[in-house]
């Protein structure tokens, strides 16, 4: 039963595996995704956890019977195209081998704790991260989050149905929350920051504002070798010209964050020139106000790029989070707990930042040595993760062992 997080992990190496791209494409309520899903129920069932979905397919083990002012722990089990094999999963294998050792050590609960898998957290299918935590908390419109559509045309509502859930039921659940007394998440630190602190294990204590824009530039399709140069609307041309503007922009902003990973043209073929281009701007910086002069630069820069090929544009807000400091009460007493743990902030995002403004919520960081995340280089040794789940473990048992209001 205690086979530690990396030998839990080693039980899901191969589920999603990318042979294109490398690493795993693991997106929410695909058949790699359930299959992930269908393992942690096993693995609750084994540890007698008693496992339930709620109405946002968000999967919750419970230590005992659900009730107020419970603890809870876990991360996710999706990951982005072509991801590593730690983010998202280290985090709720940890979970697991965190009960694991509270029994070896003979720790009866004495107030509710729960391991939870959040759906669709990098947002790698549907375009929103932190799906269910945002449906959970009431951080999107169901109508709206029912109509997000992925890349093969199917609606989050038909995945679900498809999935064996009701998508007329989604949207935020008061009861869910009002179980949680407080979150905290363990995952692997997506960065160098505890490398060169040369330590295993750290306390998270901010997430920087971020969000996704998407850019559609409109021209003409035409036939690539009949079509003079001159004669050209082109919409990747204007999109080419904002992937370098958004460079710029971004080492312009102190501490900012500015990404184009996605972009697409139609039709997409080789002798085709597109009639339109999508693409998806990723923004970061210490604060809305910083954000959101990053995003207005950017988009300055892609009207007059759009204006100067004879092309529209259209831009849309697909998903926001403001900055996230993390609950100071809860993290005081997790430094407490665990003595001499560095504590940094993070540029990513994590189901903890959207908890983060209804219940106490508190990160543990696992070092990686690549500093490498969201790619196939991302790692942890071994002996980190068993770190971390030593932290972890002692983290929910200290939180565990009273029964007052709040935990800490």
């Not at 692997?188 to 204590?205: C, I, M, Y």
């Not at 919409?235 to 922009?249: E, F, G, S, Y």
Request: glycine share 14%; with cysteine.
């Amino acid at each position: 039963m205690a086979e530690g997080a990396t030998g839990l992990l080693a039980g899901i190496e191969r589920v999603g595996m990318d042979r294109r791209r490398g690493g795993f494409s693991r997106h929410g309520f695909d058949y790699a995704e359930m299959e992930l899903r269908e393992w942690f129920s096993e693995q609750a069932d084994r540890r007698g956890l008693d496992v339930r979905a709620d109405r946002n397919g968000n999967l919750w083990a419970w230590w005992g019977p659900p009730g107020p002012n419970a603890v809870v722990t876990g991360s996710h089990l999706d990951s982005v195209p072509g991801g590593g094999a730690f983010d998202g999963p280290l985090g709720v294998a940890s979970a697991l081998a965190a009960v694991d050792l509270l029994r070896a050590r003979d720790h009866v609960p004495r107030r509710p704790l729960a391991v939870v898998v959040f759906a669709e957290e990098e947002g790698g299918r549907f375009g929103v991260p932190c799906l269910g935590s945002r449906l959970l908390t009431g951080g999107i419109v169901p109508k709206d989050a029912a109509r997000l559509m992925d890349g093969n045309g199917m609606t989050l509502a038909e995945a679900m149905s498809g999935a064996g859930l009701d998508p007329q039921r989604i949207g935020r659940d008061g009861e869910a929350l009002r179980h949680i007394g407080c979150f905290v998440e363990l995952h692997v630190e997506q960065g160098r920051g505890l490398v060169e602190l040369d330590a295993p294990v750290g306390l998270a204590t901010s997430i920087l504002a971020h969000g996704r824009w998407r850019l559609t530039f409109f021209g003409e399709g035409n036939h690539a070798g009949a079509t003079p140069m001159s004669d050209r609307r082109d919409p990747v041309v204007p999109a080419a010209r904002t992937v370098l503007a958004a460079r710029r922009i971004g080492e312009s902003v102190p501490g900012a964050r500015a990404t184009v990973g996605r972009l697409s043209p139609n039709p997409g073929g080789t002798n085709v020139i597109s009639s339109s281009a999508d693409l998806w701007l990723d923004a970061r910086a210490a604060d809305d106000a910083a954000t959101r002069a990053v995003v207005e630069q950017v988009t300055a820069a892609a009207k007059d790029a759009a204006a100067d090929e004879g092309c529209e544009l259209l831009v849309v807000e697909e998903s926001y989070g403001g900055p996230v400091t993390f609950d100071e009460g809860l993290r005081g007493t997790l430094s407490a707990v665990l003595g001499d743990v560095p504590a940094l902030p993070t540029g990513a995002g994590h189901d903890a930042g959207i908890l983060a403004a209804e219940v106490p919520t508190a990160m543990l960081f696992v070092r990686n040595p690549t500093g490498i995340s969201h790619a196939p280089a991302e790692h942890a040794e071994p002996a980190d993760c068993e770190a971390g789940v030593r932290a972890l473990a002692t983290v929910l048992g200290h939180l565990t062992s009273t029964t007052g209001r709040t935990p800490w």
